[in-house]
């Protein structure tokens, strides 16, 4: 099972909160370094001025603040909510005023891209305004997954709805209740954007570390540990734990250092003077592990990650693995290895756009075939769509990894 973590680390001068999961071995899976008083701009719903259209781009530049630009492919004008139409015409013109959400940061030298089609993301359900289907997630047993279709399907609504995988650990009517707080706080946005002025910031996303918190599978996460007293508060409210549970009742109220919520899983406020919960979880040391170059294996040969303008290119190298015998066993040994490895460390650096890999080079075809069904399997416990393309004529594993964020070199480094 895994553990959450958040904690405070000092990076070259810059204080950021660290919020990371770690498996049972204390191998970071995922970090999300956030600076102090730098919060991201993904999620946030503003009201946007379109500046200028490009159709030869098929897509329009709308400004979120007077100074920040943001892409708006055309195509996600499915259900566009306006707050000013300068024209009778449907289509988008400059100068029109609508409802556009952060869905990928600034990237190198891309500006940030916003959306039309809006979504509010609770634990169990996302509340989408540009596809008005029912979609539940394929994690979900066969049974869930018709009985939430036929339970949704019931009523007419002008959006959509996208049932999580969390929802499976949780009634039916905590489900219902969650949708109606989503629905509730979309139509409470849409009616108050009417009497808002351009560039309004009508919704902000939470903090970093509780929005991750919030994807995570809780059926696969034991604890929550942080150090700090006012994100231990914030955890629990995310739980609907409030600051009187947080207080043993009596003559001398005593702070509750550890609690447990009806989802079972653990909340926990590390205040041990003894070790800090960076140290106890080695941060430092790892968060500089994934921005090198290198990375060790176990069986001794290594990986070399180098990220490019056009791709990210990894190397799987011998290393300190020479074997004389049975020389391609071994070979597909390291290579599964390997792809176990890389596809924590995507995950892990945030890596995105074109990968390709170098694997040790297979003769046999059932072997090349058994590595990329091992490799196509490790890159499923990731939460970014990943996809493995194919293996090239010269041996050349091709993924392809979802645009969001900003890698973690990119952050820190």
């Known amino acids: 099972m895994n553990r959450y973590i958040i904690t405070r680390e000092t990076i070259k001068g810059q204080e950021y909160v660290i919020s990371a999961l770690y498996d049972e071995k204390k191998r970071m899976l995922e970090v999300l370094p956030e600076p102090v008083g730098g919060a991201s701009l ?91 289907r029912i979609g539940v997630s394929s994690k979900l047993p066969k049974e869930k997954r018709e009985h939430f279709k036929e339970l949704l399907s019931a009523e007419a609504r002008d959006y959509g709805i996208i049932v999580r995988t969390n929802a499976a650990n949780v009634t039916e009517e905590e489900v219902l209740k969650e949708l109606e707080e989503l629905e509730a706080r979309y139509q409470s946005l849409v009616e108050s954007a009417q009497f808002k002025t351009c560039y309004s910031l009508l919704y902000q996303e939470p903090p970093e570390c509780l929005k991750h918190l919030r994807d995570l599978r809780e059926d696969m996460l034991e604890e929550i540990v942080t150090d700090d007293p006012a994100l231990f508060e914030e955890v629990c409210a995310e739980y609907g734990i409030g600051r009187d549970a947080l207080m043993t009742k009596g003559s001398v109220p005593v702070p509750v250092s550890e609690v447990v919520p009806k989802e079972g899983v653990r909340i926990r406020h590390h205040d041990d003077p003894g070790i800090t919960l960076s140290a106890l979880y080695g941060v430092s040391a ?103 393309v194919d293996m090239t004529k010269l041996g050349l594993v091709e993924v392809t990894r979802k645009k969001v964020k900003k890698s973690l070199r990119e952050v820190i480094g």
């Open 42 to 132: 993904l999620g946030n719903i503003y009201i946007g001025k379109v500046e200028n259209i490009v159709k030869n781009l098929n897509a329009a530049f709308v400004k979120i603040t007077p100074d920040q630009r943001c892409y708006l492919p055309l195509e996600e004008l499915k259900h566009p909510v306006f707050t000013k139409k300068v024209s009778a015409k449907k289509e988008l013109v400059q100068g029109d005023e609508l409802l556009v959400q952060v869905e990928r940061e600034a990237l190198k030298t891309k500006e940030p891209a916003v959306t039309a089609n809006l979504s509010l993301t609770g634990k169990y359900v996302v509340l989408t305004t540009g596809n008005h």
């Open 286 to 388: 790892q968060l500089k592990d994934a921005i090198s170059e290198r990375v060790w294996l176990k069986s001794g040969a290594y990986l070399i990650i180098q990220p490019t303008e056009a791709m990210t290119v990894i190397d799987v190298n011998t290393g300190k693995n020479m074997a004389k015998k049975e020389v391609q066993e071994n070979f597909l040994r390291v290579n599964k290895e390997a792809a176990e490895e890389i596809a924590r460390q995507l995950r892990l650096r945030n890596l995105s756009g074109i990968i390709v890999v170098d694997f040790m080079n297979l003769k046999s075809e059932e072997a090349k075939a058994e590595l990329l069904s091992h490799f196509r399997a490790a890159l499923r416990n990731d939460p970014v769509p990943t996809q493995l």
